[in-house]
């Protein structure tokens, strides 16, 4: 069996749920490839080092040009924040490094697609973080799209919302910050559901977008971990450069409506993401607070018992239950995580490109920046122009 | 067409519901006999008049025996408190009025009987108002059940639940005393569901149960009406004679399980009255308080979208549903009982008993009663002692 | 007590729900005016006739003038199909009627002024029939914005999904012709959450939006009552010219970010009319499958309970509720005629305005056919161009 | 740090749970001891090795005598059959050995109580695996009724739904033998909400309940694995010796009311373990299905916004919550067993026990017979008889 030996830079909320999969997969999926948890990488040592104690490193540096250097590594995971993605992924795929890069791939279309061409020269498999599609009850709805049980899709609709900035004294946080994030709520959950939009219905044609920065400045943030901060009323002010909640509307190449909405602005909603498809045989809904569960409506039904139907995606017919605990018995946020790690180590092994990879990682970029676009110039944009 | 001329008694609560029944038959069901609402009978002159002119009732009268001596009435409906049941059945069989009585039919299983023994001789067409059998939810429980498409029935278990009485300060209305009302949740709530476990499951074999009065003494109640009264601290106070809740195992005859509870004090529960019956081919659940829907399991569903369905009843399929609004559009509370006016008015005009009819009502007291005495004599008893 | 003797012109859907409404009011709101049904209006004789006897209307008529003309009448009441209305109306206000009108008010905004101007000119009381606002989960969520419960509203997002003629055989009904209905669902479902839109947030300063008809050409209708309709595959067909889908974004004058979609193509939904609003203290959440319930968020609970409760709108603090059935017994589709009569009987013995006015139908055309524009024109439209 | 170096003896569907647990407390509680994964033990040497492999453990060995004579373990960890519990129990803590064991503790109240004494007597720390009461949402239903919050508690009901044997060719695995599980759905699935009830709301004065077996004779596994085995017609068949389903009725010691439902014959449901208590000034409700929902209702909400809210414990004010994802993003059901790994972990610690412990263990033993001692003599049984 092949060797899979990993370095990661990053180990914040991402780094910790990257290990838990690494540490996870063997156990349940005993199969695939056994990743070696080697080296993680963050700048301060006193906190990395700590972090390789606890999420189960065998080793940690500093500098992630001597990661990328170590003969000892066979795949780059690059959770650091999204402005440092596309230098380390240069860099790995100069290395040879097999990559796997969390979402969003880079800051700009223009970083992604540098960053795809990169990879596709090195020859190595890269991927991209859309942990979301490895939800069985996503899986589930893919299935039902893909074999024709909907029939033809005519809506597709979702939303991710959040309400955890909400409070105008929760301060600048990185992910507030354009230069370090790109954008808001667009490419942090935005992101998630065009790729979803890309997995479930297709590609997008055209799309028009408006977008809000409901609290324009906020405290500079003094102490900050994961998604948690600290500000006060009293801390210095600096503005917030990203959206706050981005909309858009899009028509899919294969003719089916599409409306997305982003925001970190719907109080009670700890993290909805949610969508809904309609086609000519039937609908499905899904919302990842409730995770386990597929929403199913079929027109095939008898007259008297149509309506949507509850699916725990936790029976032996849905994909990866088995490997987990008996129908009925959930699974969490970090499985999808695990389960992708999965399908990260059995396209190495199986020496393919695994799914999504960089390809979608550029293509959910376009989608992005066209509905950037589209705001700016107050037009509908199509994808082809990006 | 024959004649329905109604002489009504009881004006509060159910005779606002019958009232209205009465009234939006012929508009929405013109195919059925038109009830003329002729005579609306109250103690007091004064109310039963003014409830004359409110709910559309052509005269009123204050004696009730004189109501049922007149000759331009055909049938007699009873919606007075539930000690006055008997008395007035027993006339009004003796003057060969049709009788739609409410439930429950009498204070005593004895009474029930005796009820029934003297509509049967009269040969008159009697009811009993088990209003809950005609929602369109519930319906489609019944023909699942019915046609066999649930299997063999293993359980079934059913719970009322209010809280309208829950606040101490609450005071004595009648349907807090043994004398008037029989019984408290038991009768009151109780009897639907085991009405409804009559309906929709089969005869019941024996029973074992457990009864409290959380709030023994409570202020005399100085003003009510309908559901509705006042009371306070510093009211003079009175025993509270009838049961808060009641909670009962049932065994039926065809070998399924049975679980009941009624209280009203159940907070956040304002009317909950809800049913769930398995079987070796599906299942079913319903709620009151969403009465348009039935879930609905079938166990025949394609191995990877199995789970329960939320079926609106309001599809052209689905009883009654035609004569109402398209689909997606709910009815509500009001409806069952238009629904029961409209088997009532059928039976009559097709010379046969409505269902559920004093039998029903019989079958019904037997379980309340059985109850009772397992309670008293802390066993199980079966029915056939009754 | 003033008197209310009506016109009513239609018999179909809509005027069944009136009928019904006049009727009840009297019996649940005594208070108001007593609406006299008096003449009911349509072209075929034999039909209207028997909808008169059915519905419970004193005369009917075939000639909408000779109704007009008549001077035992105070209101006309106009169900007819939406390009009916405008002509009925100027004669109705030349004549000094009151009117009540069916949504939308006119085929154009052009009309829709015309109408209103008109009824103006008159002096008379005017009223759109926006039926969603008088559902008290409605009112509950009005009350929540108003009274400052919800904070500052950041997000207002609505869909109304219905799935009716989603069989390519259903036939093109006239709710399908352009030069009938003026739109699809864009007139026919998107009117009423734009009308919400107005009653709840408030203005609309600029749209953008995309519309689709998936189902291009139809069986010719060759018999037809209210929403259903039959069609077969060998029957000739025409074209449909109306949208079978719109959606659109939407900026509120008040910095609110909305999204709007109304469909006919959303397989499981028959009625599905759904909004949710976010604000900076609080989120609301309604459906009217579930129209008792309103699902409530509150940032001031407790940070050990906070999420969103399902309100039943049945307790005696919701409008309308004590004139209905104790708490937790719901009401239905219907009910929100009944609400509406209400205020237009009010509003008529105040000597006001009622609301929904003919302003608001304004307001809603005005929306209406800014999407329209923008979609034809493929850009953001403003208002106030309007 | 104090060490633990653990012995674990079953490998099946528990023993996976378990070693999840124990290997994923140093990343998510890195404050606890860490435990170590030293020895598995089962009676198939191949499938035990294979087992250690797969789920972490450094050694493995086929004599459970053997591994509680090693000097090198602290801990015995006992998830065999239940009916090997006691033996392995008594040994272990004869050997000075902390024991974990799962539930129910053993086949009889009797065994029970000499588990508990050698324990006792040996001095040694005693944990039982009540699972459930781990989950954040239970934890937080626990806070609610302790702090007083929800008032006197008048009810707790709870059912344990699953439909994994109804169909009559699933064969006669372990579970279904009396003698080696002690009951069927009673001890299986009725043994948690025991737990769960007395947890939550005390202790239990009597009980009656009843129990029915509704597949009688089952084909003779040959082969199981976990919860999934595989029968057929033509294999020769055995009686099935446990309950499929068992209801029972509770008073509680403070005077609330229970009723219990444990069944393996609800169709379409999983495994639904659910619970609602109603108190004086609010409910809660819990289904496992949605494990991190809790259903709160409190009587002291402003009077228009009464209702059930739905609150996901994944807030920082929730237990355990913080060790995991931020807000919004849920976990599973293999979590309730690294909580309760922190349990153990933490009174082993703190050198007290932890609970639930074989007190708990006992008391729910004591309860199961009771019930069962019920069903046998058709009468009430008090706890204190047992």
């Known amino acids: 069996m092949k060797q899979l030996r990993i370095g990661m830079i990053g180990y914040k909320f ?9 540490r996870s997969l063997p156990m349940f999926f005993p199969q695939a490839i056994k990743p070696e948890m080697s080296v993680i990488c963050g700048r301060n040592a006193g906190a990395v080092n700590q972090a390789a104690v606890q999420l189960g490193w065998s080793d940690s540096v500093t500098d992630w040009r001597e990661l990328i250097s170590r003969e000892d590594i066979d795949l780059i995971d690059i959770n650091a924040p999204s402005n440092a993605h596309k230098e380390i992924a240069l860099a790995a ?3 040879g490094k097999h990559i796997f890069c969390e979402k969003p791939l880079a800051l700009t279309l223009e970083d992604a697609r540098e960053m795809l061409h990169a990879a596709e020269e ?6 991209v973080g859309f942990n979301y599609r490895f939800s069985p009850a996503v899986r589930l709805a893919k299935k039902l799209v893909e074999s024709g049980r909907l029939g033809t899709i005519y809506h597709f609709r979702a939303w991710f919302l959040q309400d955890w900035i909400m409070d105008p004294e929760f301060p600048l946080v990185w992910r507030l910050q354009k230069e370090i994030a790109g954008s808001g709520s667009h490419g942090d959950l935005g992101a998630h559901l065009i790729d979803l939009a890309h ?29 948690s901060a600290k500000g006060s009323k009293d801390d210095p002010k600096g503005p917030v450069t990203v959206d706050d909640a981005t909309l858009f509307l899009a028509r899919f190449e294969n003719g089916a409506m599409g409306s997305f909405e982003a925001t970190r602005f719907a109080a009670g909603h700890r993290s909805t993401n949610s ?11 899904f919302d990842f607070e409730r995770m386990n569960e597929l929403e199913v409506y079929l027109t095939s039904d008898h007259e008297d018992v149509q309506g949507f139907r509850r699916v725990l995606a936790t029976d032996p017919a849905h994909d990866y239950a088995e490997a987990w605990w008996p129908p009925g018995h959930t699974i969490g946020f970090e499985h999808t995580f695990i389960h992708e790690m999965l399908e990260l180590s059995s396209a190495i092994e199986e020496g393919r490109q695994p ?15 066209a509905v950037e676009r589209s705001i700016d110039e107050r037009r509908w944009v199509n994808i082809s122009e990006m």
Chains 1, 2, 3, 4 share one sequence.
């Open 14 to 22: 991402m780094g910790k749920a990257h290990s838990n999969a690494y």
């Open 93 to 95: 795929a100069k290395a």
């Open 122 to 127: 090195a020859g190595i498999v890269h991927m």
């Open 199 to 227: 997995f479930l219905v297709g590609d997008i044609h055209e799309v028009i977008g408006m977008s809000e920065t409901f609290i324009k400045e906020r405290p500079i943030a003094t102490e900050m971990t994961g998604l």
């Open 275 to 285: 969508f809904e498809i309609n086609g000519s045989l039937g609908s499905v809904k």
């Open 355 to 369: 799914e999504p990879n960089f390809h979608d990682g550029v293509k959910c970029q376009a989608v992005l920046e």
